[in-house]
């Protein structure tokens, strides 16, 4: 890898007339994250030119966002799209809940630091100004980070957990959302598959299942993604990308942030749990959903 050789090769493909949009991708999809920052600073110090500025001028729509974002040190893509679904048009609530079930403690840390650093107010801030009730609160917690990441099972804990649980939604009328929230956001991975496991006997069903039919809207969406990424976050990301693409119309943000963000981190695993979920490749599906240079960009980025 010679920062100058691809930072000649980008500069080469959008000079003079027409851009060569092909050998950006391939420049940009060969290398990693911090390459492509190396090259970033190379391209302004060799060149005199700021590349993102040169790629927002000469690419446009969804392949340009790829690129963008591509170019993105990864903390900060997740900055930029978390400020974008709080203070863009509407609330993206679904973008808020991915990142904030999904990212571990210290990635929630550095985007509260960055975000206060970019926008001069910090992340929980602004959550609360744009969300509500419960919801919020939820969220509120999963960005504090302070999730127990160890991986101590406390057996007697877990089944209070679990009675806690089955208490607060399935035995009463009405639900306790507070101790689904405490509960959810707290507790260390490995006690909560174990507290899940208990309360499949208790309840007799399901903690998806049973949070389906206690809660509804927003709320439901972020304490099902909770659940989900303690299980099998590579699952989560490919039922996000499944939804971002079936059916009518395609969801390109979340098509566009999940191959984005989880290219380098765990798209094989990805692809793999689409493929045993859905029976059809992640590759063809996209094939099919998409086109031209956004097509291309993202067939590179899924991979195989």
Not at 3 to 10: I, K, R, V
Not at 61 to 84: A, C, Q, S, W
Not at 227 to 237: T, W
């Amino acid at each position: 890898f010679i920062a100058e050789q691809e930072a000649q090769a980008l500069r080469k493909a959008m000079k003079g007339f027409g851009t060569d949009e092909d050998a950006i991708i391939e420049t940009l999809t060969k290398l990693n994250v911090s390459q492509r920052q190396q090259v970033l600073i190379t391209y302004k110090s060799t060149i005199g030119r700021d590349l993102i500025d040169d790629l927002k001028s000469e690419l446009s729509g969804n392949f340009e966002k790829v690129i963008v974002g591509l170019m993105t040190p990864t903390t900060m893509y997740d900055v930029h799209e978390l400020r974008r679904a709080l203070k863009g048009a509407g609330t993206d609530e679904g973008c808020l809940i991915e990142i904030l079930a999904s990212r571990t403690n210290a990635e929630i840390r550095h985007i509260n630091e960055n975000y206060k650093l970019q926008y001069g107010s910090t992340l929980e801030d602004d959550i609360v100004s744009d969300t509500s009730s419960m919801f919020r609160r939820v969220l509120v917690s999963l960005a504090t980070g302070n999730r127990d990441e160890g991986t101590f099972v406390d057996e007697a804990l877990a089944q209070q957990d679990a009675q806690c649980l089955y208490e607060a939604g399935e035995k009463k009328w009405g639900t306790d959302e507070v101790q689904f929230m405490s509960i959810l956001c707290t507790r260390n991975r490995c006690h909560l598959l174990r507290v899940f496991d208990v309360y499949r006997v208790i309840a007799n069903k399901d903690i998806t299942e049973s949070i389906k039919s206690e809660m509804s809207g927003d709320l439901e969406d972020a304490l099902l993604a909770i659940v989900k990424c303690l299980r099998n976050k590579p699952a989560y990301f490919a039922e996000r990308l499944y939804k971002s693409m079936k059916g009518l119309g395609t969801d390109d943000s979340t098509l566009i942030r999940v191959m984005v963000s989880r290219a380098e981190v765990d798209m094989l695993y990805i692809r793999r749990e689409f493929l045993a979920m859905y029976g059809k490749s992640l590759h063809s599906f996209i094939k099919g959903d998409c086109s031209g240079d956004y097509r291309k960009v993202l067939l590179r980025l899924c991979g195989g």
